[in-house]
């Protein structure tokens, strides 16, 4: 089956504008995740999703970024008034409930000028 | 807090040789244990977890990962390395219980290098 694919692949955007990126997990899957991986580094938490119940967004780092999520389908994370820090890989994942494996999408390679 | 380190940037083996990736944790309650692969620009692949049972994990593509509670650390190994795994594995934990949600703690990534 199809797995998690995210759009745009690739996002450059001048410092200051909203960029919104988006997430269409696997079908079926309750549970989704954002993350941020910059170059060279690890993942980094975002935000998590899980069926109806309110989303875990300890990870956010500041108010510029929001996520939604309508039921248990698409998920738009958005980052207002872009940094150069924030330039970075944005990986979106899914899983069947939240104690299992993660699958990965592609991700969103966001540059801020 | 949870944390997951791997101690090594960059593993090197030769083709045909034993490869082990090392990745020690630190949680509070009984850890989810996962390992990951990356491709150079490709999203990350699942290749195993542990999340109770038998101490020894197998995986995709050959890959075995040994829980030991006592030491917290969860390494990968694969008794033969090809060149093709060459690429960036990330460890990853998170604890299980009321009040923890799905969410992973990554370590930093080991670069794989495997030589023909």
């Known amino acids: 089956g199809a797995g998690v694919s995210q759009s745009p692949s690739n996002k450059v955007t001048e410092k200051g504008k909203d960029v919104e990126l988006r997430c269409d997990p696997i079908?079926?899957?309750?549970?989704l995740y954002w993350y941020r991986q910059r170059l060279g580094q690890g993942l980094e938490f975002l935000i998590y999703?899980?069926?109806?119940?309110?989303?875990?967004k300890s990870g956010l780092p500041s108010d510029r970024f929001s996520a939604e999520r309508t039921g248990e389908s698409v998920s738009t994370l958005t980052i207002q008034r872009t940094q150069q820090e924030d330039s970075a890989v944005y990986l979106c994942?899914?899983?069947?409930?939240?104690?299992?494996?993660?699958?990965f999408g592609p991700g969103t390679r966001l540059t801020v000028l | 807090a949870q944390s997951v380190a791997q101690p090594e940037d960059q593993v090197n083996v030769a083709e045909g040789n034993p490869l082990t990736v090392k990745c020690t944790y630190s949680?509070?309650?009984?850890?989810?244990l996962f390992w990951y692969v990356q491709y150079p620009n490709r999203g990350l692949q699942f290749l195993l977890k542990?999340?109770?049972?038998?101490?020894l994990v197998k995986g995709s593509y050959g890959f075995e990962a040994e829980f030991n509670k006592s030491q917290t650390s969860f390494h990968l190994k694969k008794p033969s390395a090809l060149v093709s795994d060459s690429a960036l594995y990330f460890c990853?934990?998170?604890?299980?219980?009321?009040?923890?949600?799905?969410?992973?703690?990554f370590g930093q990534g080991t670069t794989l290098q495997v030589k023909p």
């Open positions: 999703f899980q069926g109806n119940s309110a989303p875990d």
């Open positions: 949680v509070s309650g009984n850890p989810y």
């Open positions: 079908s079926g899957h309750t549970a």
């Open positions: 542990y999340i109770t049972g038998d101490n």
């Open positions: 990853a934990v998170r604890a299980y219980g009321s009040g923890n949600t799905g969410k992973l703690i």
């Open positions: 994942a899914s899983s069947l409930r939240g104690i299992n494996e993660q699958f």
